[in-house]
């Protein structure tokens, strides 16, 4: 008997995870349980005021890294850190995490070694613990992460919450992270043709490069926002393209979004090597991902907060659903802006706007945004 079958790449990660979903609905739902998928982490009620938050990622060999140019102690620092990001996406603090690790016969015990310091490093800067996990042999390297983190209930933020007028606000810079990436497939290409000869000269990259290998999760910006006595009506991390987060906050919030591409922030070296590759840097924001920065939404009356706050820019704005998610510079003028970028099973980022005809978008005063984007 013959049988077809369907290629998962036919679904796409969001596709994925919601036809996983649907498959547990009649599994009984516990009392307890504030939201399970569907947002950065799971969340649930572990007191009479206090939340949990845990989440889990997997880092694959040739899927999410290359050992040929990232540390182990790099890549340990990696795995907790990207975890860590979505616990805070949350509003909430780290805990304890939990580590299962596959390693291939080539591994080394140094390695082992480096790839733990990486880790225990992350967690202490962080305040958390590294509390148990598994091991196995596996064909490459595989790394599962289960973080742990706690909130209380009147301050955790979901991806819904957002509200029409509210305004988008973004931490630190993006596409740094994608700009590194091009860098290191750069230099690596460069070696594999020219042999020993090659001296890779990265000096000038430094800080692409970390934001690719050794990325933050921004733990300090809610302790920021909590200090200026802003809570976000939403919130949610950068790990797949900015275009993508403001889509996953306005599914889940039932709402629309302008991201004014002006107000986004570069940093400039990563506007260097876009430079360098001829590329469009605002294609690196928006659809690069793994910037790990913290994309939210306040309402009018904390703007001038966050304007106050250092290394927090205002981005845009939430408008009605029926508007959808959108893009408005000078230059192109309003234009509708697609959740593209890294999906896995999907491929690499691609470009993926065009210009609305007809609509010469929304009027900005530009005192309203901050930041020092393009």
């Not at 591994?107 to 958390?128: P, R």
């Not at 931490?171 to 860098?183: H, I, N, R, W």
């Amino acid at each position: 008997m013959n049988q077809s079958f369907t290629p998962i790449s036919s679904l796409g990660e969001f596709g994925l995870i919601d036809r996983m979903q649907s498959r547990l609905v009649d599994i009984p739902r516990s009392e307890n349980l504030i939201v399970g998928i569907g947002d950065d982490a799971a969340v649930y009620r572990a007191g009479e005021t206090t939340l949990h938050v845990v989440t889990t990622d997997v880092l694959i060999e040739g899927v999410h890294f290359d050992r040929t140019f990232i540390p182990t102690s790099y890549l340990g620092w990696k795995a907790i850190a990207v975890n860590v990001s979505d616990v805070v996406a949350m509003n909430a603090k780290p805990l304890y995490a939990t580590v299962s690790a596959g390693f291939p016969r080539n591994f080394s015990v140094e390695m082992m070694d480096g790839l733990y310091d990486g880790m225990a490093e992350a967690c202490k800067a962080y305040g958390m613990e590294l509390v148990g996990g598994d091991t196995s042999t596996a064909h490459a390297l595989y790394l599962s992460i289960t973080v742990i983190g706690e909130v209380d209930e009147k301050d955790v933020v979901f991806r819904r919450g957002a509200n029409v007028g509210d305004y988008l606000c973004l931490s630190g810079d993006v596409g740094g992270a994608y700009a590194g990436l091009k860098v290191l497939l750069d230099q690596r290409e460069q070696l594999e043709n020219m042999g020993e000869s090659y001296e890779p000269d990265l000096e000038a990259f430094q800080y692409v490069i970390q934001r690719q290998l050794r990325p933050k999760a921004r733990l300090d910006v809610i302790e920021g926002l909590k200090k200026a006595g802003v809570r976000p009506t939403s919130m949610i991390d950068i790990s797949d393209g900015l275009a993508s987060e403001v889509h996953h906050i306005g599914m889940r919030s039932g709402v629309g979004a302008t991201v004014r591409v002006p107000a986004v922030p570069f940093d400039p070296e990563t506007r260097a090597v876009a430079d360098q590759f001829m590329d469009d840097i605002d294609a690196y924001a928006l659809f690069g991902g793994e910037d790990y920065e913290l994309l939210f939404t306040v309402v009018p009356e904390d703007v001038q907060k966050i304007d106050d706050m250092q290394g927090v820019s205002v981005i845009g704005t939430i408008e009605e659903a029926s508007k959808g998610v959108r893009a408005y510079s000078p230059d192109t003028g309003l234009m509708p802006l697609h959740p593209a970028g890294y999906q896995h099973f999907d491929g690499p980022p691609q470009t993926d706007y065009e210009e609305l005809d007809g609509d010469e978008g929304p009027s900005f005063d530009d005192t309203e945004f901050s930041g020092d984007g393009a």
